[in-house]
């Protein structure tokens, strides 16, 4: 069964930036959409990034411009580049297949972004 670790996430002042990974046990890049989730404190979890198997992508308007997501097939790895960091992106993020596939849900990592 594929498992999905994400890690990068920290503490970052706003305006910061910083470089989330999502690791892939096996090759599911290749064939499935893949998106990170947001999911702020007391929020339920919501797609900001979604990169199609074509590569192209889209974004939730509250990250357009300042998150870009991208996937190394052949690393099975999945980025997302965050820049211009608010703090109301604080929050654990995810990755997993979109739409979601409920055996992907790994443990998340923490971004914090102070003010």
């Known amino acids: 069964q594929v498992q999905l670790v994400e890690s990068g996430g920290g503490l970052v002042q706003a305006g910061g930036s910083l470089r989330l990974s999502c690791a892939a046990s096996g090759s599911i890049f290749r064939v499935n959409s893949m998106g990170w989730y947001h999911q702020a404190p007391g929020q339920q979890r919501e797609l900001v990034a979604h990169?199609?198997?074509?590569?192209?992508?889209n974004y939730a308007d509250s990250v357009k411009g300042r998150f870009t997501i991208s996937a190394d097939t052949a690393k099975n790895s999945l980025y997302l580049q965050m820049n211009t960091l608010k703090p109301e992106d604080t929050g654990v993020y995810y990755c997993?297949?979109?739409?979601?596939?409920?055996?992907?849900w790994g443990q998340g990592t923490q971004v914090t972004v102070s003010s």
């Open positions: 990169v199609f198997p074509d590569g192209s992508t």
């Open positions: 997993n297949t979109v739409p979601t596939a409920h055996e992907y």
